[in-house]
């Protein structure tokens, strides 16, 4: 099984930075599209940004455009998110995960076969 770690995550004021990395282990051949996803207390985990490994396309979630990156590093097998211009609602658990060869639109959790423990970010107004 793929094994992912989460890092990065903390509290940070309203306007600030943080960086997240997830580190894969195990079959990462498999790994077609690594994404993070998030939840906040009472919701829906909901998808942020994804990157395929073949070709580095990206996608984003409309409410982080131009304020975070996704991009990631195949040889290390991991995957960061460089999030800009935080909001406090963007206060969440943050999770990574994977998943080999698929139709599914990237932005569907449930085609995602590997999450990790996630980790999480607060924001202070």
């Known amino acids: 099984q793929v094994q992912l770690v989460e890092s990065g995550g903390g509290l940070v004021q309203a306007g600030g930075s943080l960086r997240l990395s997830c580190v894969a282990s195990?079959?990462?051949?498999?790994?077609?599209?690594m994404a993070w996803f998030r939840q906040a207390p009472g919701k829906e985990r909901e998808f942020v940004a994804a990157i395929r490994w073949n070709g580095g396309t990206t996608y984003y979630a409309d409410s982080v455009k131009g304020r975070f990156t996704v991009s990631g590093d195949n040889a290390k097998k991991t995957v960061y998110l460089q999030m800009n211009a935080l909001r406090p609602e963007d206060t969440a658990v943050y999770y990574c995960?994977?998943?080999?060869?698929?139709?599914?639109?990237?932005?569907?959790?449930?085609?995602?076969?590997?999450w990790g423990q996630g980790t999480q970010v607060t924001v202070s107004s």
């Open positions: 995960a994977t998943r080999g060869p698929a139709s599914v639109s990237v932005y569907d959790r449930r085609s995602y076969s590997y």
């Open positions: 195990g079959p990462t051949s498999s790994i077609y599209t």
